[in-house]
């Protein structure tokens, strides 16, 4: 009944469409060409009346075109797509009545839903609602998680939860998988947040870290399940210190959700190098940053120079070093984005990294202001 992965991200947005191509044309996304299997929610396709006709994931007909938009009940859109291990399904509604339509009036363009693979969806789901977790659709596998950012239990795809050919790696392709989504919570609710993910999820805490950036600060903690497949990081502001992003994110989106999504790549270098030559922007670093990293690491797997000029942070733990950058949000609201990262060894995540991010975001925060 254990979660194993993270099989998709269910993503609401205003139009499918234009949020997929731009993911196709600036991260290599392609469409995913296998269909869910019968056992899974989204392969039914339940009568426009029934409440599971209603839940936030389209559930679209077997026979559309792999990855192409579909239309479904109440004139849902989805559109599916892949890049290594990573599956981001696109979902908007035309109904303004329909909960992604009100998911996005709410909160803007975001993560609805995270699916967790697992190798029981209905223990899983069980064992969530015995450990408070509010079940928003039962035949779906849904219940609630973060504000209203959902969870679905589905089968693990290792054991056979989609059917068609495998699905071979896309020419060109930078990313391998989702190495773990970061979710901002009101102050007061991290502890809480922790306790439900190791009772109703089976995680485990692995990680915590409190920050300070000048007059601001926040606490954070990282749980994970035991393959290390599933992570999600957990931060909540410290209201006693002077209001900083955390605060402004939880405003602007008004409530807990999803800050951003960071997929693991084996090439950090060539993957910034490719997508910022398709016109995305990365958030900057100073030199001196880069200046301090000898002293403070000693040598590194990719070479200082080469850090500098991408802008790459990198830290290490016991296992080895990890290198991660941070695009700048494109959200109107400023609220969600990316983070590329790369791991050498390193399972967990550096101190200095968190403090960059941090003062990175403030960066542009202060720049967007002006």
Do not use: W
């Amino acid at each position: 009944m254990s979660i194993q992965s993270i099989t998709h991200v269910e993503f609401h947005c205003a139009d499918a469409d234009k949020t997929a191509a731009g993911l196709r044309a600036d991260f290599g996304f392609v469409p995913d060409e296998r269909t869910p299997d019968a056992r899974t929610p989204e392969a039914r396709t339940p009568d426009a009346r029934t409440p599971e006709a209603r839940t936030p994931d389209a559930r679209t007909s077997a026979e559309q075109a792999p990855g192409e938009p579909a239309a479904g009940p109440d004139g849902v859109r989805t559109v599916r797509l892949r890049q290594g291990d990573i599956r981001l399904h696109l979902v908007s509604a035309a109904d303004p009545a329909h909960p992604v339509a009100r998911f996005v009036a709410v909160h803007g363009d975001g993560v609805g839903v995270i699916a967790l693979g697992c190798t029981d969806p209905q223990a899983s789901l069980e064992r969530a609602e015995r450990h408070g977790a509010r079940v928003l659709d039962r035949a779906g596998g849904l219940v609630a998680g973060f504000g209203d950012v959902a969870l679905r239990f589905v089968p693990d795809t290792a054991a056979g939860a989609v059917s068609g050919p495998a699905a071979e790696p896309a020419p060109g392709a930078l990313l391998d998988a989702l190495d773990h989504a970061a979710i901002c919570v009101p102050a007061g609710e991290l502890a809480p947040a922790v306790r439900f993910c190791e009772a109703a999820l089976g995680l485990h805490r692995i990680f915590g870290e409190y920050i300070e950036v000048g007059e601001q600060a926040m606490d954070s903690s990282v749980v994970q399940n035991a393959s290390g497949e599933v992570t999600f990081t957990l931060i909540e502001p410290d209201t006693s210190r002077r209001p900083g992003q955390i605060d402004t994110f939880l405003a602007d989106n008004e409530g807990a959700g999803v800050q951003h999504l960071a997929f693991r790549t084996g090439d950090i270098a060539t993957a910034v190098r490719t997508i910022r030559d398709r016109g995305v922007e990365f958030l900057t670093t100073p030199g001196a940053y880069y200046d301090a990293l000898a002293e403070r690491l000693g040598g590194t797997a990719i070479p200082v120079d080469t850090l500098r000029e991408l802008d790459v942070l990198v830290d290490q733990d016991h296992g080895g070093q990890l290198f991660q950058i941070f695009l700048r949000s494109t959200h109107p609201r400023r609220t969600y984005f990316l983070e590329l990262i790369e791991r050498q060894g390193a399972g967990t995540f550096g101190t200095a990294n968190i403090k960059a991010l941090y003062e990175a975001v403030e960066r542009t925060n202060a720049t967007a202001s002006v």
